[in-house]
Every structure is written in structure tokens, then in C-alpha cells.
């Protein structure tokens, strides 16, 4: 059966999977969280499946990153550690940020910090310690997971933000996302769903998310 159903009342095999936009989806995860008398704090997150070839038979390692949602929704202040000389094995902490010139001695350290290896792209390596700092005891971390390895999986708000609060958190996170892999190989998130603690998942239109320079690139495939 084709078309979208003309109620909310309907058998759910016989019509595709809706697809909303983001405002949309947001609008009904509140409104299910009123309908069902829920925490009307609780979180939501978004899950995202990613496209993780590079060509070549290589693929995007999973990785973690860090950064600044516009409407932070936590209080909480990460703890890090700031490589400038060699620290000893006791050293733990939820980030570590080093200065440029500390790198080649902290590689021992590579096999026990994993994903928490200061890294460029994790813009854990600086000269600028109080802004790396700042970004990491206040930042977001997103991480894709090790064993599904195309899976992304994180809190982005809380349901009694406002609407646009929520979809800026959701834009920012999305775009952060992309920075992992070149544009010119196609969209990198290829499956996006919004959710409250409580509801299950939404799935969004996720074109209008992605990087313009995507955009154009699909559109153009299209039209050919």
C-alpha cells in the first residue's frame, strides 16, 4: 500500500516507514511524553548509522570526538589531564589534551588511552592548553561503537528544552559527525532516528542535515 496513512490509527506492515522532519519528530516526541505521563526531563537521543567505507576496501576506524553543543543540557565538569611532561600510570581521567612537542614520548601511552589518545582530529593537540581545556571539562563526547562499528548512538537534549534548542544540539552533533569522512565519498550518515527515553524511534529526513557540499554532489547524481 502506498501513500502515508490518513490517521494515527493504522496497521503499520501496510505503509512504509514515515520518515519526518526534524521539527516534526520533535513535536511528537513531546507530545507522546505528555499523552503518556512520562518524566517530561527525559533525554533524547539520537542514533545514526554511518557509512564507514573509504574505498579501496579501507574503512573510517571508529572514532570519538568532543564538542560544543550549542544548549548544553549537563552540569557536570569533565576531568582532563594536560600532557606536558610524562605522568605516571595513576593518571585517570575522562580527556587528555598535550602540547604538540610531548607526542612522540607519550606513544607508550597510546595502548592504554585508546580513543583517549590525544589525537589532531579530536582537537586534543594544541599550544592553546586553557582552550582545549575549556572545550573538554565542558564538551559533548560522541563516539561510535566499537563493535557494531557503524553505529552512533548519543544523548543530545533533554525533552523539556525548547524545540529549536533541541534541533540545534541535533545540527551540530550531525555536522560533527561529518567531519570524519571526506565529503566527496557521499553522504556519511545514512540512517538518522530521534527518540525520547520512553518512545521509540523516529526516522528523520536526513538530507536537509547533511553538509551542503553532500547535497549538491546527490543532487547533481540525481539529475544524471
Do not use: W
Request: net charge neutral.
Amino acid at each position: 500500500m502506498e501513500g502515508e496513512p490518513e490517521d494515527d490509527v493504522y496497521l503499520k506492515r501496510l505503509y512504509p516507514r514515515q520518515m519526518y522532519e526534524v521539527e516534526k519528530a520533535i513535536h511528537l516526541l513531546k507530545k507522546f511524553q505528555i499523552l503518556d505521563f512520562t518524566n517530561p526531563a527525559q533525554g533524547v537521543y539520537l542514533d545514526l548509522t554511518l557509512d564507514m567505507a573509504l574505498g579501496k576496501k579501507k574503512k573510517v576506524e571508529p572514532f570519538a570526538s568532543v564538542l560544543r553543543l550549542p544548549y548544553p543540557f549537563v552540569s557536570e565538569i569533565n576531568k582532563v589531564a594536560v600532557f606536558t611532561g610524562i605522568l605516571d600510570d595513576e593518571i585517570h581521567s575522562d580527556f587528555y589534551v598535550a602540547v604538540p612537542e610531548i607526542m612522540p614520548e607519550l606513544n607508550p601511552l597510546r595502548k592504554k588511552l585508546k580513543k583517549r589518545f590525544p589525537k589532531l582530529t579530536r582537537n586534543s593537540i594544541g599550544r592553546d592548553i586553557p582552550k582545549m581545556l575549556e572545550l573538554f571539562k565542558t564538551g559533548h563526547e560522541i563516539k561510535v561503537d566499537e563493535e557494531r562499528e557503524n553505529f552512533l548512538e548519543t544523548k543530545i537534549a533533554t525533552l523539556n528544552m525548547s524545540s529549536d534548542e533541541i534541533a540545534a544540539n541535533l545540527q551540530a552533533v550531525v555536522s560533527e559527525v561529518c567531519r570524519h569522512r571526506p565529503l566527496d565519498l557521499g553522504p556519511f550518515v545514512v540512517r538518522a532516528f530521534l527518540r525520547s527515553s520512553t518512545s521509540e524511534g523516529l526516522l528523520l529526513k536526513i538530507e536537509p542535515l547533511l553538509p551542503k557540499e553532500v547535497e549538491t554532489k546527490e543532487s547533481h547524481k540525481e539529475a544524471a
